[in-house]
């Protein structure tokens, strides 16, 4: 009678601990990815901002129309058209968002990789909607450890764009 008994609890012990590992990967997916929280309006409506999450997602791990900027210079662009997306390689080169002759408009998404603490030196301010009129997040990769506080005070924004940061450190 005791045999009977060990296959179906040693099957259900396999069943709940391999749910219980899938299930911790599954939520883990989606810690890396920071938001910062700011008193604004889209805070208070929780659905609007789960909807603006999945196209915050979409946005940075999809192809779209995207300019790289690099060394204060466009790198290169992916499709053509207006772009969606702008993706900073280096902090040097976020005096380029000065150059009035460049195409924002349509622009959604910023990018903007932060390789040194020292480059948390140079503050962005965009509160002043400089060309962005379509600009709702902006994504910040710290190559190093960095805090809320650090992005805080490294940009300012109006209440309508969102922050999100990760830290991917090189191995």
Do not use: H, R, W, Y
């Given at each position: 009678m005791k045999n009977n008994l060990k296959l179906p609890f040693y099957s259900l012990l396999l069943f709940f601990c391999t749910s219980f590992l899938t299930?911790?990967?599954l939520t883990a997916q989606e810690n890396d990815i920071f938001e910062i929280q700011q008193s604004n309006e889209n805070s208070k409506i929780s659905s609007k901002k789960e909807t603006d999450r999945k196209r915050f997602y979409d946005l940075a791990f999809n192809l779209y129309p995207t300019h790289y900027i690099e060394n204060n210079a466009l790198k290169s662009t992916y499709d053509s058209?207006?772009?969606?997306?702008?993706?900073?390689?280096?902090?040097?080169?976020?005096i380029w968002l000065k150059n009035k002759s460049s195409k924002?408009?349509?622009?959604?998404?910023?990018?903007?990789?932060?390789?040194d603490r020292n480059d948390f030196i140079n503050r962005l301010d965009l509160s002043k909607n400089d060309g962005f009129k379509n600009l709702k997040y902006?994504?910040?990769k710290c190559s190093f450890n960095?805090?809320?506080?650090?992005?805080?005070?490294?940009?300012?924004?109006q209440n309508k764009v969102r922050i999100f940061y990760t830290i991917q450190k090189p191995s």
């Open positions: 299930i911790n990967n058209g207006d772009p969606i997306k702008m993706t900073f390689v280096d902090a040097k080169s976020l924002k408009d349509a622009v959604e998404l910023l990018t903007i990789s932060i390789n902006i994504f910040i960095c805090s809320e506080k650090d992005i805080e005070n490294f940009i300012q924004v």
